[in-house]
């Protein structure tokens, strides 16, 4: 059966910012080299951790090569993000991957019988993977065919509605064979025998109409229930929860092993964190950060438990006629009991755990990894780090793409281009390539596919030549249109934090700057968690990046064309609001001055510096120290009621209360805090309501409380100046 003769939809070449996923490998060029050895590696190892820095393109390769090279080898490869739960994301992922919903199977059929063949015949299963394959891939329906699918309100799980990937899309992108796809159904078909006979088997030979019928039979649906309530056990241990997949689906496999992708692991560290006293004021709700350690406890257990996978599930090599995986001996899946005719139950004895594991994280975040280190033997012999591309890697991932799409570069465009791209003489990131690429897509190459999809003019006549790079600017010209668009996604406040940060990367000579991580973060009275999540997403759009120097982790833009766009963006924000300037001013001052005495009221801020922190107060988060600042500034300048309210609430709430141990530390009162010139009224309240007499035998003890009863005290505690009076007048002759 030959493709419909429709005209063409396009797809696009480049994805520009965002990665690659399983359904982009067609148009994924340029790392084959790594894509052979990290597969090669994660069947030759348990544990693998791949790490790289942010834009060199971790997620876009392992979607777009390892997984699907890895599925072509028999393992399957579930790719896992932290989310909110680590441990229940795990749980999750897998069993959607393994078990994904009947109906997200039949609506995937049902897609590939519309798209290839429009005229309402009912083509084979092989006939539709045949006509799948002959599709050109500048055909969207290559990509649109084998993507995930969303499941109706009435089939998809209320606590997870995440687009399922069925196993018909993985056999319409050659991932696995029909063999599998039917073994799979076959599985779910156990779970109902012997009370409903099995269906037909299904084969390449079987029409799309019998095999949409099987999947929605009510009785498969029903064990497909069944069969998924099995595997949802109760107990969150993840060693309990994959002993219970392989014994109860994995023996129904021929062969069943799983690689977990965990991409995306320094979340963990990231946004599963104690907030301390700071959470009192945070604006986002954080995910509890003990679940990072119960996630490390649970993969520590399961891992060690995992030690023997490499044996079949059902303690047998099988006949030696079965189809071998590729890798050999060593990388075989764990085998279970061939399903295709003997459905009684086998007495086995437990099966092992065929898993491996893959991490994959920026370099910046390895240091972290020690919970983990700790139990993979074989010291650092299980790190991958992925280099951004070469130049001919790049040259491939620029022209390649465009080539199946029917047009190419000039050559003094892709000479200028690759020139202004490439680092060191060397090296080119991936990100910044598909950026540039995916403008050039839109402004010309989109225009030259339409023209070679209808044959209407030849190769020579579709190339982006060098005044189509030169009119968008350049490289220098395209990164800053990116800025832009990036910036414009931000809400007002986060824009502004935003810039904040990156101003703070441009040296006054307009170089780039390089910072500690926490300078960024954790400014005095700003939202730390705000501030790395921005620094997150400014890193995952490669804008800057974060690496590893000098014991510390520092922070840089990664491309000098970026510092105009940068500066350019401050100077209209700042212009743009000349209250936002003034804000922005004195919140550095006030940064500047923040730890230093403020005893005797000598320190307060003017009537205009209070009145545009009180504005803005709710931006950020105070502390003890800001929120007496603003306390006694009030005071002196402001008799509206209201607002000594607000910073009388904020410093009893903000102001840390001391105790007896912290102001004498080593016990007995023996001596204040040297450096003291004043007690604050809280200080002076301990000492007078504690053990005073203690206190009293020291000379510079009773002059410094003496000293902060005559500035402080009212008519009510006169008794108390007497005291320490005496005790000064006693203890200074």
Known sequence: MAPTARTQELSKPYKGPESYQTEDADLFFGRDREAAQLVTRILSSRFTLVHAQSGAGKTSLLNARVIPGLERRGWGACRILPQNDPVESVRASVLRYILPHPEAERLSVARAVSALAPDGSDPTINELLKCYDDLKRSDARRRSLVEPVRLPAESADPSDLSP??????????????????????????????????????????????ELLAALSDEAFVRAYTQLLDQLRVSDRSLLVFFRRVVEVYGRRRTRFALVLVLDQFEELFTRFVDPGVAKSGHPVELPDWKLRWEFFEQFEALYKASAGEDAPVNGSKGDGDEKQPEGGDENEPGKGANINGDRSPRHRPRPVLPLRYVISMRDEYIAQMEPIRRFISGGDNYFYRLNLLDKAEARKAIKEPAREFGYTYGDECFDLL???????????????????CEKLWN???????????????????????????????????????????????????????????????????????????????????????????????LADRTVVRTEPRLGGYFVE?????????????????????????????????????????????????????????????????????????????????????????????????????????????????????????????AEMRVVNDGDRASVAGSYRNADLMLRSELFWASAAEREDVKFWTRQVQALGK
């Open 164 to 209: 399922v990937g069925p196993y018909f899309c993985r056999l319409l992108r050659s991932g696995i064979e029909v063999e599998v796809f039917a073994e799979h159904v076959e599985a779910i078909r156990l779970q109902s025998f012997p009370h409903v006979p099995p269906g037909p088997p299904i084969t390449g030979a079987t029409r799309a109409s």
């Open 418 to 436: 690759t020139s202004e791209l490439t680092k060191e003489g060397r090296f080119i990131e991936p990100a910044h390539l598909q950026l540039v």
């Open 443 to 537: 402004a010309k190459g989109r225009e030259f596919a339409r023209l070679g999809a209808c044959d209407t003019a030849g190769l020579r006549e579709r190339t982006i030549k060098l005044e189509v790079f030169e009119h968008l600017g350049g490289t220098a010209g395209i990164l800053k249109s990116f800025l832009h668009d990036f910036l414009e996604e931000l809400t007002e406040h986060e824009r502004q934090e935003t810039l904040e940060m990156l101003d703070l990367l441009v040296t006054p000579s307009r170089t780039r700057n390089i910072l500690e991580r926490d300078r960024l973060v954790r400014a005095p009275f700003r939202d730390t968690h705000l501030r790395q999540r921005l620094l997150d997403r």
């Open 557 to 681: 833009i990664t491309h000098e064309f970026l510092i105009d766009p940068i500066r350019d963006a401050n100077k209209e924000s700042l212009g743009g609001d000349p209250e936002y300037r003034r804000y922005r001013l004195t919140l550095r001052m006030l940064e500047y001055l923040h730890g230093t005495s403020i005893a005797g009221g000598e320190l307060t801020l003017t009537p205009q510096e209070f009145a545009v922190l009180h504005q803005r107060r709710e931006r950020l988060l105070w502390d003890g120290w800001g929120a007496e600042l603003m306390l006694r500034t009030a005071i002196r300048t402001t008799s509206d009621r209201e607002v000594l309210g607000v910073w009388l609430k904020a410093f009893g709430e903000y102001g840390v209360e001391p105790t007896f141990t912290t102001l004498f530390p080593k016990g007995g009162g023996d001596a204040l805090p040297a450096g003291k010139e004043l007690l604050s009224l």
